[in-house]
């Protein structure tokens, strides 16, 4: 749908489904949207459309992977605990739907990566705000996010920072709710006003059913993980009561994760693939995981910390390729049959 909107308004200069149709705002990500109306204008055609915005989407998880690795270089992250990251980032069910279906979700976690590096890993500058603005027209809600993912730096007392930060969020978020009233005289877009009612939204019992789901993805996603750091930390208490010292870098990893799963209680279940609205959050949950990792295991003999590695990675790339990267694959056909 987001690459009809784009090619018609590539074509034809106007926000609607076709050039005959009535304005609307048919589309989940302004800047997923302007892109691919770039593309457009290169007329590539339906199966090329699909194409090109399946490689904005793959470049998007190479984005992401550089900027993990950055990050992962400035938590000390050991060789091991690094390159599980970056596998299991790129190999994950849910990054590998994303870019099969040449969605958005990778925009918004490299724009995200990209915001919290420059804001907590280095010296903040013109980088932070440009990362701060791609990363609002990724998704609606990527207001909610950047609050929590901003929010760390007031318990780091870095007030003038959050300011201008949080000055910067609310102008753009304001930008944007401005030119949709003006347009399209809505304060919010018709794809969330959609998603509100039947079938994507439920009434009682079925609603908390789909908020407890939605709030257990990103958890069956890394249970391995997690279930590896929760024997540790049994194993190592001392080790565990030592972290305090790196509360800092440890909030700032788990503010992501964070958002996203009270994001979930409110929005419930998503009818695509496993993992795709807690996205945001997998890239930092492996960090989480990897900082802890590192810590926790510490006291291991090199080979048993490496085999324990090992067999958390295996598990958790067999439960995404299972559960998201399946789902998502077994609906993409080729651009000849679809037209059949």
């Known amino acids: 749908i987001t690459l009809a909107f784009a090619r018609t308004f590539a074509e034809h200069g106007r926000l609607a489904l076709t050039g005959a149709s009535d304005p609307v705002e048919g589309f989940s990500s302004p800047a997923w949207f302007l892109l691919n109306a770039a593309a457009a204008r290169l007329h590539p055609g339906f199966s090329g ?10 470049l998007c998880m190479m ?11 400035r938590l000390s992250l050991s060789a091991g605990a690094l390159a599980a990251v970056l596998i299991l980032f790129a190999l994950s069910g849910p990054a590998i739907a994303e870019t099969a279906n040449g969605m958005e979700m990778g925009l918004l976690a490299a724009s995200g990566l990209a915001l919290v590096y420059t804001l907590y890993f280095r010296p903040p500058g013109p980088a932070a705000a440009l990362a701060a603005l791609v990363f609002l027209s990724a998704r609606f809600e990527a207001i909610f996010f950047y609050g929590v993912l901003i929010a760390p730096l007031l318990l780091q007392r870095r007030w003038r920072l959050a300011l201008l930060m949080a000055g910067l969020g609310l102008a753009a978020f304001g930008a944007q709710e401005w030119l949709r009233w003006d347009l399209f005289g809505q304060l919010l877009p018709n794809t969330v006003l959609a998603k509100m009612h039947a079938p994507y939204s439920f009434p009682g019992a079925a609603a908390l059913q789909s908020r407890l789901e939605a709030l257990g993805e990103l958890g069956v996603l890394t249970a391995p993980l997690a279930v590896t750091v929760l024997f540790l930390a049994i194993c190592a208490p001392d080790r565990l009561r030592a972290l305090t010292s790196d509360r800092r870098d440890l909030l700032v990893l788990a503010a992501p994760v964070i958002a996203v ?4 209680l409110v929005t419930g279940k998503n009818q695509g693939y496993l993992g795709r609205m807690a996205f945001l959050g997998l890239p930092f949950a492996l960090l989480l995981f990897a ?4 810590a926790l295991a510490g006291g291991l003999r090199a080979d048993v910390r490496r085999a324990l590695l090992a067999v958390a990675c295996i598990a958790t790339l067999q439960i995404g390729l299972t559960l998201s990267a399946s789902t998502a694959l077994s609906g993409v056909s080729p651009p000849a049959r679809m037209m059949a």
Do not use: H, K, P, T
């Open 63 to 73: 984005a992401s992977s550089v900027l993990l690795f950055l990050i992962g270089r």
């Open 291 to 294: 900082r802890l990792f590192d």
């Open 49 to 58: 459309a699909i194409a090109l915005s399946q490689a904005f989407a793959a």
């Open 261 to 264: 799963e009270l994001f979930a």
